[in-house]
């Protein structure tokens, strides 16, 4: 059991946010998320309330990304993994989904440069197929661009679905093993792990979804299996720095016990 101790030595009453002075909350280094993963969700609603058509939501949704990052870094977090796009965001409105598509890619052509002065690393994972030539071809230039950054890793989920990860990882496990690579009675959760998309990447730690909605939308499940939930009503286009903060603060304060005692 880890033990309990204190956070932001800032006075705080209720929920209000726990860095009034701009700073990040001091949480010390072994409390932080190692890595913190965001269903982006609420563009929508956000621009209904606006009376606004979605697309200006999808818009707004890109600024928050930049100042989330830019409160990662000043938390000192390591790895940001957002969920942009899934597999099933395919059966919206056609001219939606192309918009939101092209949207990423200009983020990523746009905010390049900044991102690598930042030190941040820019990598993206999910399905390559249905993804146009030229989101793929940002996509790859962000990524060779930053490749040696340390300081945050960015990644960005698009076409990405949990499940499809996992069957993709069971078939090629299920083609090594009749070709006689690997034994079935090797197989353990490491091994299993080793075929997942992104093998890199550490456990989630820190499962946000913003709008309110609590589901996990087959966002990252084999690796969020020990995370802490955190749900916002906040929409995510209103998201920030701030709200990255509280959920960290908030995130330090859980007793994670790993099914021990
Ligand atoms: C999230 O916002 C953006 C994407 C998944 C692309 P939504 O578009 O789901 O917004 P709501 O849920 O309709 O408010
Ligand atoms: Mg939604």
């Given at each position: 059991m880890v033990p309990s101790v204190p956070t932001a030595p800032q006075e705080r009453s209720?929920?209000?946010?726990?860095c009034p002075g701009g700073a990040p909350p001091a949480i010390p280094v072994g409390r932080l998320p190692g890595h913190v993963a965001v269903v982006l969700d609420g563009n929508g609603r956000w621009a209904a309330g606006r009376g606004l058509p979605r697309t200006e939501g999808h818009r707004a949704g890109a600024g928050a990304v930049l100042d989330t990052v830019d409160g990662a870094l000043q938390l000192g977090l390591r790895h940001l993994s957002l969920f942009a796009f899934s597999t099933e965001n395919w059966r919206r409105d056609e001219k939606e989904v192309g918009e939101v598509l092209r949207l990423i890619g200009a983020f990523v052509a746009d905010h390049g440069e900044r991102l690598d002065r930042q030190g941040v690393r820019v990598s993206w994972s999910g399905?390559?197929?249905?993804?146009g030539a030229r989101l793929l071809g940002h996509l790859d230039a962000i990524a060779a661009r930053t490749a040696?950054?340390?300081?945050l890793e960015l990644t960005i989920w698009l076409n990405y679905g949990a499940r499809d990860e996992l069957w993709r990882a069971a078939r090629e496990l299920a083609r090594e093993s009749v070709a006689g690579r690997?034994?079935?009675?090797?197989?353990?959760a490491r091994t299993f792990a080793r075929y997942l998309y992104r093998p890199d990447l550490p456990d989630v730690d820190l499962f946000i979804r913003t709008s309110g909605e609590q589901r996990?939308?087959?966002?990252?499940l084999w690796q969020s299996a020990y995370a802490e939930l955190l749900f916002t009503e906040t929409l995510w286009p209103d998201f920030g720095h701030r709200d990255l903060w509280a959920a960290a603060v908030a995130y330090s304060e859980r007793d994670r016990r790993f099914g021990g005692c």
């Open positions: 209720g929920p209000a946010l726990p399905g390559r197929g249905r993804m040696d950054n340390t300081r690997v034994d079935p009675a090797e197989i353990d996990l939308s087959n966002f990252l």
